[in-house]
């Protein structure tokens, strides 16, 4: 048995203070301080303490050993272990997910037994194609529990798993599969969301070196097998990719034990959960809430996740609170774009409802406005829920900001560092300065290593009272309706149209999804008037081709030139300001060509609005 009660710690009186008490250290300010304290001046014991809520093979002596820079470098475990074989053995007839379709009643539970029996058949025909320890998985699946039980597969065997989410193109898809080196891709024929069908085979490239395993047509090996393969801290978990700084994504990689450790600690004293609570992250598994609080957490912690694949208007705005009174979720973790689309619709759609099951509510991956925050607090947490609006980012793996669970909180505030994490905003920029297991550990497909202490965000905070507030990105991330993108692969994929000589893409504030992308194009050729409808439909195509149907740029500014330096490098920050009517913040003195700044000022007062554009015969 691996058990974790061999764990030699010093029981002194911190300890057991967290023991006993993990649902209030995150309630009260003066709890939240000690707790806090104590978890940066004895950062071993803290997370010693929460490794303890992990089934070992062999137990870790040490946190963090500061020579090796290695998090519980001599623990052995298994993260599918954790989240599914313990349970299927303790609670085997307990809901693990619990999964609603696109129709209303459309309805699978999945036990932990049976969800163990999923998993083990995914993961022998993994086996029985030779994937071995540390093959890259791919994952190209809509919100299904098979599309959980193949991220637990490949945990059992070793192998790292990279999921494209179901939304992202075929050429998405394929840079991600090269880059990674993934050996096979796991992925279903299609499947249906506000009731369309959305075909996935039709993006599968056919021309590349992976073993592609469509989970419809496969048949499943009867008594399947597929041993455990236990890990230490240095073998990874994960590869996800996400928008930076450059025209490509990047792959972030995660390992296995030091991320386990972060999110499930994270996920128990931020939610304070229960053991009965019924969870529902409406996060998809393509983006990194739905790897670490959609699938990880709450299955590590025994609860049941509720998972939803269809829309959250179709066929009416009311599909999340019919699932949360269907189900009787108490925790609800979504995000702001979704609470304003909500918003939108006569509260006939929530009224009829009863959500009185809610316990804590949930915000991530954009700032939450004040509207859409009091809308929440009020109509769905009937004033009753406090809202942990969770800041934190694909390479820190887990939450890092949130505000205490109670009811004084203030709206669009995350608030405070998660214990044994020391954060500091240096020069406007929210950082990191200490080391916390959650950190990646590498970004691919260089496999440049996270080895500096200080951890720059990227994110624009100020500090309100004792609070920490964030603004924003600092650099050229744009974040629409919560989804990353990088204004870098919008320009390549603009400058891919034969008309276009350049163009430059900045975010603008939009009231629905956050924000918005602006284009500013540079045509090889003076624009005719009737040609314009044209090439604008050749852009937003050739982004949703790039990248999806998520990154279509809803302006365009046709414009002469752009602000050039005299090394002929864009200079962006102009261009931001003209687009947001800002003062200029821009050194002007650098842009060479500055008298085309009055005529980029007078095009972005009307520019091309593209979704009307794109309606046009
Ligand atoms: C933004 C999503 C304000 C932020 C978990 C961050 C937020 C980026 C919040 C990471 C929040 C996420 N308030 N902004 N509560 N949560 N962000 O990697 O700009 O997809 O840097 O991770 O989303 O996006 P990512």
């Not at 911190?14 to 940066?40: C, G, P, T």
């Not at 490794?51 to 062999?58: E, F, N």
């Not at 994490?421 to 590498?442: H, M, R, S, W």
């Not at 008037?529 to 050739?542: E, F, G, Y």
Request: proline letters at 5%.
């Amino acid at each position: 048995m691996f058990v974790s009660d061999s764990i030699l710690l010093q029981r002194d009186k911190f300890l057991i203070l967290m023991n006993f008490e993990h649902e209030i250290a995150w309630e009260n300010d003066q709890v939240y301080e000690e707790v806090y304290r104590k978890s940066i001046e004895f950062p071993n014991e803290f997370w010693m303490q929460y490794a303890q809520d992990i089934t070992w093979k062999r137990v870790p002596t040490l946190a963090y050993d500061k020579k090796k820079n290695e998090w519980l470098s001599d623990g052995i475990s298994n993260v599918c272990y954790n989240c599914v074989d313990r349970h299927a053995i303790e609670t085997p007839r307990k809901p693990a997910i619990i999964w609603h379709g696109d129709e209303y009643g459309e309805r699978r539970e999945i036990s932990y037994a049976e969800l163990q029996q999923m998993v083990l058949q995914i993961a022998a025909i993994l086996k029985n194609r030779g994937i071995k320890k540390n093959d890259v998985i791919g994952i190209y699946m809509p919100m299904i529990p098979e599309a959980l039980a193949s991220m637990l597969a490949c945990s059992r065997i070793g192998a790292i798993h990279l999921v494209v989410f179901a939304g992202f193109s075929q050429e998405a898809l394929k840079y991600r599969l090269t880059t990674s080196n993934a050996r096979a891709l796991l992925t279903v024929t299609s499947f249906r969301r506000g009731g369309k069908e959305i075909s996935l085979a039709k993006n599968i490239p056919s021309d590349l070196d992976v073993d592609i395993i469509n989970l419809d047509n496969v048949s499943f090996p009867k008594n399947a097998k597929a041993e455990i393969e236990w890990q230490n801290s240095d073998d990874d978990l994960f590869i996800l990719y996400t928008s930076g700084s450059s025209g490509k994504p990047k792959g972030v990689l995660h390992s296995a034990l030091p991320y386990m450790l972060y999110v499930t600690a994270t996920f128990k004293v931020i939610f304070g959960i229960k053991s009965d609570d019924v969870y529902f992250c409406t996060s998809d598994i393509g983006w990194i809430t739905g790897h670490s609080y959609t699938t990880y957490a709450p299955l590590f912690h025994g609860l049941t996740t509720v998972i939803f694949s269809g829309s959250p208007t179709y066929p009416q705005a009311d599909r999340y609170w019919e699932i949360i009174e269907k189900e009787r979720v108490s925790i609800f973790y979504t995000a702001p774009t979704a609470i304003r689309s909500l918003q939108m619709f006569n509260k006939k759609f929530v009224k009829k409802y009863d959500l009185s099951s809610l316990r804590v509510l949930g915000s991530v991956g954009e700032p939450i406005n004040k509207s859409a925050w009091k809308w929440y607090f009020e109509n769905i947490g009937n004033k009753r829920c406090p809202i942990m609006d969770t800041w934190w980012q694909t390479e820190t793996g887990g939450i890092i900001l949130a505000p205490l669970r109670n009811l004084n909180q203030k709206p669009g505030i995350a608030g405070k560092p998660f214990f044994g994490v020391e954060t500091d905003i240096i020069n406007g920029e929210l950082v990191i300065k200490n080391k916390f297991p959650g950190l990646y550990k590498a970004i691919i497909p260089e496999f440049k290593k996270a080895d500096n202490v200080l951890y720059k965000t990227g994110d624009e905070a100020v500090y309100e009272d004792s609070d920490i507030k964030i603004k924003g990105r600092m650099d050229d991330v744009i974040n629409i309706s919560g989804h990353r993108l990088g204004t870098a692969e919008f320009e390549c994929a603009i400058n891919k149209v034969d008309e276009v000589k350049e163009s430059a893409v900045v975010a603008i504030p939009d009231e629905l999804k956050g924000q918005t992308a602006f284009a500013y194009v540079v045509l090889t050729r003076p624009l005719e008037k009737n040609d314009c409808a044209d090439i604008v439909k050749k852009i937003v195509n050739s982004t949703r081709n790039n990248i999806g149907s998520i990154a279509k740029p809803d302006y365009i500014a046709f414009v002469p030139d752009l602000p050039k330096t005299r090394s002929g490098k864009i200079v962006r920050k102009l261009l931001r300001d003209i687009a947001n009517g800002n003062e200029n913040s821009a050194d002007l003195n650098s842009v060479i060509n500055s008298e085309i700044i009055e005529i980029l000022k007078a095009s972005v007062k009307s520019p091309i609005f593209c979704p009307d554009m794109c309606k046009l015969k």
